[in-house]
């Protein structure tokens, strides 16, 4: 006798079979049915013949049996859903699609991950395509040793010793278009695989859909990862939703329902149990209560014992784990980020790496590793797996060499990397281990240790490299602490002071630079680091809030100079600070830097030169040594603290000495190559938009500027608005564009908010401001007051850059104010715009209109069509018409 074909079985045959089974006669079961004995009679036999039984007797037993299989048809239903179903569209159409090419189609995946419902969700949609039905089997409550019967049970298959009872439900899928979806294989697997391999064996039109957190592994299966919902869309619906069904009011902010679905990988379970802890204490006390997000998580009392909370799930699965897979999953727990082979094994020194390959396999295979196939395999924990894993780890006893593996293999990677920055290598290398890097550095105590330093050393150079200056500066500060010796300390503290400097951070770079010497443990270190101090302090006095007096420099000189010089760089560095502070030539300290090889410090004696000649009103000659700073580019290394600094100096001094002298071609190229390379770029993206300001403002391309202009200052704000008062000209002279343009901008006032002053015309900004209220009136005609604006253009300014421009246009309107004093002052200008092109083509015309010289117009003309300022052009070539 065999199985019951039910998809070959009609609906009224079925009627006729459950009579017989109450042992009716066909006259009895004609009457009950209202049809003929003969009818009855007719459909007796095609079942006798359809099931294969012998007689009446027989076709009785089976009717029994499928009342019984009818009643645990019931039980073995798939579970109605409750909730909405969220996302999963993609997943769901390519499970669908597996079902019709392959037999087996294994859902595997973290606990949490919705592997069930996907499951559930997809056998409701398929169903139809199963005449024989749909069966679902869960396997948590089964206990090894009773799958079998738990499948028998399901199916409706009653155990006939001495025949197995696995052949009795093989017996049953024969010919039947039956789906069968296994749920929770993980812990029965080898059972699992027994079932299945018999069951596909005889059940030719048998699909079996199973979940389990591991591949079956049997033959012909299809496995399915099914991903954590989708940020952005899935992830926030499903939350939502959830917190909805608890409280119908609730809302919140989609950016903090974002972070919290973020934080909880996107596991749709995890999801659903915190909605619920929001919908009672809102998201952003859901966020805090993350930080413990292993209770933090869970649900309501009933359903699964295993789902309650994110514990509850990950302690199913951790049972499971073999001692050794056990042993690794904790020490994984030392990895901040992903981790590949290499790092596994070196916090597995007792283990073969061809062990720990197996072991690292393993787990991937049970779903509480995540593998990620890219050029080389990497792998990770999920924050809510790993959070579960650090739990576990608190306790391991080898826990204390975990760390100090993890710490050693960190160094390592951190010194390869840094060997690397030469040549421009292992970016990609550095995103996937820096956050390991600074978990491993942050766990060292504030002492010497070789390992932690020279892990903090490298760290702090490899951020500095990635222009994350505010980072490097601690990790240097942090690695001196670690040093094992006064000179490495000593290093580190110039190496700090060069990353503060690189944010014009000059009190704490200069405060840095004192500790170093101080620490020092002798006396070259400690003149070095006063030394630099003394020319940090007066070259970059626009990067202090409280400038270094005079006399405490000249006090600090004194003392680094009481040493006696003991090599070139002592030497160039002294020379250097020398020029700066106290006026010595700067060719010495050029010829010192030059003859100890160092172009870093080259860049500084350069820079001194330059700063002279400014001073002394000969800027083209500061011009000059600017660009051959800037040829003298290549020799620098951005990645290197102290040559950030000269390319972020050097950028700042060629552009504005390209404005000082009226190169205004010139100056928008430098803007350009700044914008590629100058390293402040990254923290202070304005700095690089501030350099076009000037040269577009002056070319008369005042709708640029101004677009510029915007842009850069809300960057400026949205990087907390950095005192860079040295800057400030560039932020002014867009007063000049608005005014030029017939607006009145808001221009001032964001002059004096970026500076930091109260004046506009005291100070740093006197020049800029006299030239640019001077230009104004002679654009306005408005020369009431123009003998105040005149005298302000002639003042004695402490920066040198506008004052050709200042002198320029004071001449010019003197002239139309006709004032008693416009030739004298035509005079002087003619003097200082010797120097600056554009101050020339000013004062040419002022001298044309003084005088009414056609060959001091045409002069002008040909002077601002070579500069390129085209706003200055029209309004002369006006006055030549």
């Known amino acids: 006798m065999s199985a019951l074909p039910w998809e070959d079985v009609s609906a009224r045959e079925a009627e006729v079979l459950a009579a017989v089974g109450e042992h009716l006669t066909n006259a009895q079961i004609a009457g009950r049915l209202h049809i003929s004995a003969r009818t009855v009679e007719s459909h007796v036999s095609a079942l006798l013949r359809k099931c294969g039984a012998s007689d009446r007797r027989q076709l009785a037993a089976l009717a029994a049996e499928a009342v019984l299989l009818g009643a645990r048809a019931e039980d073995a239903a798939l579970p109605e859903a409750r909730t909405s179903f969220v996302g999963r569209a993609e997943e769901l159409e390519s499970v669908r699609a597996a079902l019709e090419s392959s037999r087996l189609v294994t859902l595997t995946g973290p606990g949490g991950v919705g592997k069930t419902r996907l499951a559930v969700t997809t ?62 294989c993980e812990h029965v697997l080898d059972e699992v695989g027994v079932l299945v391999e018999a069951l596909l064996r005889k059940g030719g039109r048998l699909r079996i859909l199973a979940t389990s957190r591991e591949r079956l592994g049997v033959a012909g299966e299809q496995a399915h990862p099914v991903p954590p919902l989708p940020l952005g869309s899935a992830a926030e619906t499903l939350f939502f939703e959830r917190a909805r069904g608890v409280d119908r009011a609730f809302t919140a902010a989609p950016a903090l329902v974002t972070e919290a679905c973020a934080r909880l990988d996107g596991l749709p379970l995890a999801i659903e149990l915190a909605a619920a802890r929001a919908a009672a204490i809102g998201v952003d006390g859901l966020l805090t209560a993350l930080d413990d997000r292993l209770r933090a998580v869970v649900g309501a009392r009933g359903g699964e014992a295993r789902h309650h909370s994110l514990g509850d799930v990950l302690g199913w699965s951790y049972d499971l784990l073999d001692p050794a897979e056990s042993a690794l999953f904790r020490r994984l727990a030392v990895f901040a980020a992903g981790f590949d082979l290499d790092a596994v094994a070196a916090v597995s020194p007792s283990e073969r790496p061809s062990a720990v390959a197996h072991l690292i396999g393993r787990l991937v295979e049970k779903s509480l590793v995540a593998r990620r196939a890219t050029e080389s395999t990497r792998y990770r924990l999920l924050e809510t797996v790993r ?67 020279r892990l903090g050393r490298a760290l702090a150079h490899l951020t500095f490299a990635r222009d994350s200056f505010v980072e490097s500066r601690a990790h240097y500060r942090a690695a001196a602490a670690r040093a094992t010796s006064v000179t490495d300390a000593v290093r580190d503290l110039r190496s700090a002071s060069e990353a503060a400097q690189s944010l014009a951070d000059g009190d704490d770079a200069f405060d840095l630079l004192l500790a170093g010497a101080e620490r020092a443990g002798d006396e070259r270190d400690r003149a070095v680091m006063l030394a630099l101090a003394v020319t940090l302090a007066t070259r970059f006095i626009g990067d202090f809030r409280h400038a270094v007096p005079s006399a405490r420099r000249t006090e600090l000189l004194a003392r680094a100079e009481r040493a006696p010089v003991e090599d070139r760089e002592h030497a160039a560095v002294l ?86 002298v009226g190169d205004l071609p010139g100056a928008l190229a430098i803007a350009d190559r700044a914008t590629e390379q100058d390293p402040v770029n990254s923290d202070y993206p304005f700095v690089s938009l501030l350099k076009y300001l000037a040269p577009l403002t002056l070319s ?19 990087a907390g608005s950095p005192l860079l008062a040295w800057l400030t000209p560039s932020v002014q002279v867009l007063e000049l564009a608005t005014g030029l343009r017939g607006d009145h901008g808001p221009w001032r006032a964001r002059t004096l908010e970026f500076s930091g002053q109260t004046d506009a015309r005291s100070g740093r900004l006197a020049a800029t401001t006299a030239f640019v209220e001077a230009r104004l009136a002679i654009h306005s005609g408005h020369l009431m007051g123009a003998d105040r604006l005149v005298r302000n253009a002639f003042q004695k300014f402490t920066q040198p850059w506008y004052r050709a421009y200042a002198n320029a246009v004071g001449a010019e309107l003197a002239v139309l104010a006709q004032l008693p004093d416009a030739e004298k002052r035509l005079e002087q200008a003619e003097r200082t715009a010797e120097e600056n092109d554009w101050a020339a083509a000013c004062v040419a015309r002022a001298r044309g209109r003084f005088a009414g010289e056609a060959t001091a117009f045409r002069r002008s003309v040909e002077l601002w069509h070579r500069i390129g300022a085209r706003f200055e052009l029209g309004r002369t070539a006006e006055l030549v018409d």
Not at 600 to 607: I, R, V
Not at 630 to 651: K, S, T, V
């Open 387 to 453: 959070a579960f894993a650090l739990e576990h780890f608190a306790g391991d006893e080898d826990r204390a060499e975990v760390l100090r593996a993890h710490l050693g293999w960190a160094s390592r990677v951190a010194v390869e990397l840094e060997t690397k920055l030469n040549a421009g290598e292992g970016a990609a290398r550095y995103d996937d281990v820096v956050e390991d890097l600074r978990a491993a550095f942050a766990r060292t105590a504030e002492e010497p240790d070789p390992e932690a330093h």
């Open 123 to 184: 056998g409701t949609e398929v169903a139809p395509r199963f005449p024989a039905g749909v069966v679902y089997l869960d396997l948590v409550p089964v206990p090894p040793g009773q799958v079998v019967a738990a499948a028998a049970n399901a199916l409706g298959v009653v155990e006939r010793p001495p025949r197995p009872l696995l052949g009795s439900v093989a017996d049953r899928v024969r010919g039947r278009a039956m789906l069968l979806v296994l749920d929770n």
């Open 575 to 660: 020379a250097t600070a020398r020029a700066w502070h106290a006026g010595a030539d700067p060719a010495v300290a050029i010829e010192a830097a030059h003859e100890a090889g160092d172009p870093t410090l080259l860049h500084g004696a350069l820079d001194s030169a330059n700063a002279a000649a400014a001073r002394e009103g000969r800027l083209r000659e500061a011009y000059r040594l600017a660009r051959e700073r800037l040829d003298l580019l290549p020799a620098l290394a951005r990645h290197r603290p102290g040559d950030g600094i000269e390319m972020f100096d050097l950028f700042h001094s060629v552009s504005v000495s390209a404005v000082a």
């Open 700 to 718: 008369g391309r005042f709708d640029d500027a101004l677009e510029l202009g915007e842009r850069a200052f809300a960057e400026w704000r949205a």
